[in-house]
């Protein structure tokens, strides 16, 4: 039983800690892996908008030279002291002003015809030759200004300036996952550009005005996109947003700094990036280890006038600060389920005990019932069905104390009943043996009395009063050693219905019956163990009383039936019914409530004597003015107790 429990406990936690576990481990793994994929795309959305924002700060850096080169074209060189078309120390002058106001490397003047008049520069490189630059190109076919990122050689910007080779001069450094070189140092230069058309005075075209700002080692475009763009947020030290330019593969201006503090320049762009976005001119981003820190990175190309791929802009941003919350987010989430499956499991077991509480409670008592202790009560209702179990476990121990109380009783009483009649039994016994014997002997002499022939009428009618009554007191004795069980009962297989049948018609011999008699007998009764005269004695005896009991007429009716095992006969009558109060000593000996002299009172005793002595019951219920009814049940030996059928019951 105890172990049944448990199983029932162990199964339904071993369940509900499968379904727990399950929903949990998959919650767990959904969230952290749909919110790592959101944060991600949050990431690099967000990376890509920064790209634009620092393509915007490029662009505007563009423009502002492209009006600043156009105002001072358009309103110094038209009306400058000299012609433009020929070099002069006038004209010198003026465009060193503008090259130094401008912040600018590179100032040509070039003739309607493409061939540079003028140039500013330490070089003094001879002015002359056709002037290969598209924007120039464009300014002269279109007479509209021309702005974009340009490209020089390393020959290129000496003809311009002696300082400008050094000032772009980087020694390349080694960068995993770049591509391939053999160089070692990167001597070219990119700049931002601007033509302009230039204008005489009266209005006519008369040159073009070319200017370019290098951007190899200068910062402050970098600078500037990381200060607008990422208001220059700094996370442990670090700056949280980077921005580079590069030439090619090479970085020739950041903001991304190098372990010893420096600006990483001279490093490279790794060969993938490389190739979708210089090689196939394409815009990637993605998580890219960049110079010593991960970082969410955006690339896309920078294009000269021909639209030839000649430099990256790059934006990143530290993925630490985006990807440390979610780490913590991947350890705490599940920890966090972790605990509130102990803490469902925890609560589960505290429910569960609850419930299964009254269980244990109804084996212990149910145990103790079993062993004979009727005390204890549950005394506990939970709620629900458990409560209404408990309920009726009480009730069904109040109504098993209640029925082993009549029980008892009724035992008591058949025990204390038995006892008094056994003992009555035995003092009549003895009487009766003491009185037999000088009975026998006042009988015989009587009768040798009688015989005497000198004896007058009136001794002879005495001596047969005296011979009468002592008779009669023979057969009060022997009533007695019956009811005592003296006389020995000669058994043999006995069959009831024909005794019955006989017991009634010698009744209706002796008496003049004015009352019904019916006989209702079973004719399938087996046959019982019994001595046939005694039980014959028994049913007359019981007869007699109905017959009694009904002065005024009424029926006497005699049953037979099998009863468990048992053949039962029971005698009614409608006669006047015993009183509750004499029922218990009607088999008392010498009980009666007849007149003196009429009944001696030894009729019923005998009876239950006889009946006592075949192992059988005898038993009595009567209603006052209604009835009475004996009940006479003796055992069918084993073996003869027929099983009835069916088919014998409906017919
Ligand atoms: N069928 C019955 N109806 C009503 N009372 C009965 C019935 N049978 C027995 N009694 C009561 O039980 C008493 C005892 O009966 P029992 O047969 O032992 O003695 P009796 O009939 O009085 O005398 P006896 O049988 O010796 O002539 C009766 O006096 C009567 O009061
Ligand atoms: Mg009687």
Redesign the pocket.
């Known amino acids: 039983m105890r172990r049944s429990h448990r199983t029932i406990r162990f199964r339904l936690t071993v369940g509900f800690m499968a379904v727990v576990l399950a929903a949990n481990t998959a919650i767990s793994a959904i969230t952290v892996i749909h919110i790592g994929n959101v944060l991600l795309d949050e990431v690099q959305t967000r990376v890509r908008l920064n790209l634009n924002s620092a393509r915007q700060v490029y662009d505007s850096r563009l423009r502002e030279l492209a009006h600043y080169l156009n105002g001072v074209g358009l309103d110094r060189l038209r009306f400058a002291p000299t012609t433009v078309s020929e070099p002069s120390e006038a004209l010198d002058v003026l465009l060193t002003k503008i090259k130094e106001e401008g912040e600018l490397d590179i100032v040509q003047l070039v003739s309607p015809m493409g061939t540079i008049v003028h140039r500013t520069g330490s070089s003094k490189h001879p002015a002359g030759g056709i002037h290969n630059n598209p924007l120039v190109e464009e300014v002269l076919r279109s007479r509209l200004v021309q702005s974009g990122t340009v490209v020089f050689s390393a020959e290129e910007l000496v003809r311009e300036d002696d300082s400008l080779p050094e000032l772009v001069r980087m020694k390349l450094l080694p960068t995993e996952a770049a591509r391939a070189t053999s160089r070692t140092i990167h001597d070219g230069g990119m700049a931002m550009a601007v033509a302009v058309p230039v204008q005489g005075p009266q209005g006519e075209f008369s040159g073009v005005l070319f200017a370019a700002k290098l951007l190899n080692q200068r910062f402050d475009m970098v600078d500037a996109i990381r200060n607008q763009v990422f208001q220059g947020q700094v996370w442990k030290g670090k700056e949280l947003g980077t921005a580079t330019i590069f030439q090619d593969d090479v970085r020739i201006a950041t903001n991304v700094m190098s372990l010893d503090g420096t600006r990483a320049v001279g490093t490279r762009l790794s060969a993938e990036v490389y190739e979708a976005v210089v090689e196939r001119g394409e815009s990637w981003a993605d998580r890219a280890f960049v110079v010593n820190d991960w970082y969410i990175t955006a690339y896309e190309p920078i294009r000269d006038p021909r639209d030839q791929v000649i430099g990256v802009l790059y934006v990143g941003l530290l993925e630490e600060p985006f990807s440390r919350p979610h780490r913590l987010f991947q350890i705490l989430f599940p920890l966090l389920m972790a605990i509130t499956s102990a803490v469902s499991f925890g609560l589960y077991l505290l429910v569960t005990k609850s419930i299964l509480q009254p269980v244990g409670r109804i084996i212990g008592l149910s145990k103790k019932v079993i062993a004979g202790d009727l005390t204890p009560r549950l005394g506990i209702r939970p709620p629900g069905e458990m409560g209404v179990l408990c309920e009726a476990v009480d009730r069904m121990a109040d109504a098993i104390v209640e029925r082993e109380g009549k029980l008892k009783e009724l035992a008591a009483r058949q025990i204390g009943k038995s006892q008094k009649l056994a003992a009555v039994g035995r003092l009549a016994a003895g009487i009766a043996h003491e009185i037999n014997n000088p009975l026998t002997g006042v009988l015989t002499f009587s009768h040798l009395v009688k015989e005497k022939p000198n004896l007058t009428e009136a001794d002879r009618r005495d001596l047969d009063v005296v011979i009468r009554e002592t008779t009669r007191v023979r057969e009060i004795v022997r009533?007695l050693l019956d009811f005592a069980r003296e006389t020995p009962s000669e058994k043999r297989p006995t069959d009831l219905n024909a005794v019955i049948s006989r017991t009634i018609k010698l009744f209706r011999s002796q008496k003049d019956v004015r009352i019904a008699v019916r006989e209702q007998l079973d004719p399938t009764l087996p046959t019982v163990n019994a001595d046939p005269n005694q039980l014959q004695q028994v049913f007359l005896?019981?007869c007699?009383?109905?017959?009694?009991?009904?002065p005024g007429g009424g029926t006497l009716t005699i049953t037979s039936v099998q009863e468990r095992g048992m053949a039962v006969v029971q005698?009614d009558?409608t006669?006047?019914?015993?009183d509750p109060e004499?029922l218990d000593?009607?088999?008392?000996?010498?009980?009666?409530?007849?007149a003196p002299g009429?009944?001696?009172?030894?009729?019923?005793?005998?009876?239950y004597g006889i009946i006592q002595q075949h192992e059988g019951t005898m038993t009595?219920e009567?209603a006052k003015g209604l009835?009475?009814r004996?009940v006479v049940s003796l055992p069918i030996p084993e073996g003869r107790v027929m099983i009835r059928n069916q088919e014998e019951e409906q017919s």
């Open positions: 009533g005896n019981l007699l009383n109905a017959w009694e009991a009904m005698i009558d006669g006047t019914g015993i004499l000593r009607i088999f008392e000996p010498f009980f009666t409530t007849k009429k009944g001696t009172g030894l009729g019923l005793s005998v009876s009595v009567s009835g009475t004996f």
